[in-house]
């Protein structure tokens, strides 16, 4: 599969994308392509299973896109900040721990993704109310040969 960015109302948007991770040597690769589809898009939604690599990718895609911070996972903070090659904010956003949605929006939550700096979220299927339309999801999954697939 390809990745198709299309004009709608000025912004790009992608309508189909997919990227095949073989093994971790091949995910700086994978990230690459990730930011070269992202577009204006800011908001990523990212879906699979408990180990299917969700923090892993984020971590590269955010040094591809010029991270020098430590990465790791929000689970305990649910948003950690990181500034890109150029000085602006990434969230990530880790919701596992979330109960409920009430939760999500007293931190916050609002202001980190209408803010238009770009938005990690693991785990945004405890919060799918809450997700704004333009919301890329982006779902990987753990093939039997131990690759990943990255669709969106």
């Known amino acids: 599969m390809t990745s198709f ?5 000025g ?17 700086k690769d994978a990230a690459a392509q990730f930011v070269k589809a992202m577009g204006d898009n ?10 299917a690599g969700k923090t892993t990718f984020i971590k590269s895609v955010c040094e591809e896109l010029g ?30 721990r979330i109960k409920k949605e009430q939760e999500v929006l007293d931190m916050g939550y609002e202001d980190y993704v209408y803010s ?23 779902t990987i999954v753990e093939e039997e040969d131990g690759s990943r697939r990255i669709t969106m």
């Open 5 to 9: 960015l299309t004009e709608d109302h």
């Open 42 to 51: 800011t908001i990523f939604a990212f879906y699979g299973k408990m180990g």
């Open 67 to 96: 991270v020098k911070d430590v990465i790791n996972s929000p689970t305990f903070a649910i948003v950690n900040e990181y500034m890109d090659g150029r000085g602006n904010p990434i969230f990530h956003f880790d919701f596992y």
């Open 116 to 138: 238009g700096n770009v938005c990690f979220m693991e785990w945004p299927e405890l919060i799918d109310d809450l997700l704004p339309d333009d919301t890329v999801r982006v």
């Open 11 to 27: 912004l790009k948007k992608i309508t189909d994308m997919e990227i095949l991770i073989k093994d971790i040597e091949n995910i």
